[in-house]
C-alpha cells in the first residue's frame, strides 16, 4: 500500500497537484487565520471564549483566588508548596527495555 501511494504521490504529475493541493488548503486555512487576526487583538487579553475576551488580569485575579483551594485539596498549608507541573518525557531506553525483554524465574541464592 505505501508502494502505491509512493507511485500515485511522488512519481506522478497528478499525484503532485493533488498533493500541492492540500499543502496549499492547509497554509490557506491555518496560516491565513493567524495572519488576518495579528494586530487586531488587543495585547492584554489571554483567551477568547466565543466573542468573550479573558483579560490577563482577569485571569490573574482567578488564579490567585483558586490557589489556597488547590493547595488545601493537596493537603499543603501554603499555595507556594504546591510542586510545579513536571514535564512528561519519554521513556528511556532502560526502562523500555527492561519492559520488553522476557523476565526470568529469580535464582535463589543459600543464604550461608
Known sequence: MLSFLYRVFVDSW?????AGLF?????????????LN???ERA????????RP??????????QTEMPQVA?????????????PRARRWPSRCSV???????????RTAMA
Open 72 to 84: 488545601q485539596s493537596m493537603h499543603l498549608t501554603d499555595p507556594s508548596q504546591i510542586p510545579p
Open 54 to 63: 479573558i483579560l490577563v488580569q482577569t485571569y490573574q485575579n482567578a488564579l
Open 23 to 35: 499543502f496549499l488548503a492547509f497554509i490557506g486555512f491555518g496560516v491565513g487565520d493567524v495572519l
Open 38 to 40: 495579528i494586530g487586531s
Open 14 to 18: 497528478v499525484g503532485r497537484i493533488v
Open 97 to 107: 527495555a527492561s519492559c520488553c525483554r522476557p523476565r526470568l524465574p529469580r535464582r
Open 44 to 51: 492584554d487579553v489571554a483567551a477568547r471564549v466565543g466573542n
